[in-house]
């Protein structure tokens, strides 16, 4: 139907103009690309590019609504100092974020949801040892902050995470404890904490991946070490 004192709309656009069009890119599904990951974002794409394959996909994967991401493996050693071990059961309250006894050998599983409403992924760690009842430890990494990423547990408690990559091996480390109740924000003395956390999370050449965590005491130095061995289970 042609506009009152106008031309009809399909045909006001010239042969030339239509040919222009048929010209023109068309988008394609296979070249449209998610918006980076949390995790890509805080690295930058150079840093990034630099991590091994699997460490990419383990971490830029996006979960749907009631999926989960699942490595199994086995904690191969855990050192523990008498403060650690203090640490760990005062921690105990706030979700065990920390391990009570020093492992060895143990079967462990790893469990990671995501909370698309809160911005965070959930992760749950499961020691088993013969005779006793898993422990189990959780903690929620929330990308918020002013570093972009947060460890939080319990009753408000958490702490700064920055993000690096190291000799192709993925860092995270603490950059300072915080109370939050409410709205507020409180920093936490360094004394007053488990110490210092590093975890490495490094590619291995057996189809395997590592984790090692480190917590160093500003006063009483290594309180916490701990290594693990994963793979991806789905």
């Known amino acids: 139907m042609a506009l009152e004192g106008g031309s009809n709309v399909i045909g006001a656009q010239t042969p030339h103009r239509l040919a222009a069009i048929a010209q023109q890119p068309q988008a394609h599904p296979s070249r449209v690309h998610a918006a980076p990951?949390?995790?890509r974002q805080l690295l930058g794409e150079d840093a990034w590019l630099t991590l091994p394959v699997p460490v990419q996909k383990r971490f830029e994967r996006v979960l749907a609504p009631c999926e989960s991401?699942?490595?199994i493996g086995e904690v191969a050693s855990t050192r523990l100092s008498i403060f650690g071990r203090l640490c760990a059961q005062l921690a105990r309250p706030l979700g065990a974020p920390l391990p009570l006894r020093a492992l060895a050998h143990t079967p462990?599983?790893?469990l990671v949801t995501e909370d698309p409403l809160a911005h965070a992924q959930c992760w749950t760690r499961l020691y088993h040892e013969p005779g006793r009842l898993p422990q189990v430890l959780r903690s929620m990494k929330r990308f918020d902050g002013p570093t972009g990423l947060e460890e939080c547990v319990g009753a408000g408690i958490g702490m700064a995470l920055t993000v690096h990559v190291e000799d192709r091996a993925l860092v995270i480390r603490s950059a300072g404890y915080f109370w939050r109740p409410r709205k507020r924000r409180f920093r936490i003395p360094a004394w007053?904490?488990?110490?210092?956390?590093?975890?490495?999370?490094?590619e291995e050449r057996t189809g395997r991946f590592s984790f090692t965590l480190t917590v160093m005491h500003v006063?009483?130095?290594e309180t916490i070490?701990?290594?693990?061995?994963?793979?991806d289970a789905c």
């Open 37 to 39: 990951g949390p995790f």
């Open 69 to 71: 991401a699942v490595f």
């Open 219 to 221: 006063l009483f130095g």
């Open 225 to 231: 070490r701990q290594v693990a061995f994963f793979r």
């Open 108 to 110: 462990s599983a790893v």
């Open 192 to 202: 007053l904490t488990p110490g210092s956390m590093e975890v490495v999370h490094r």
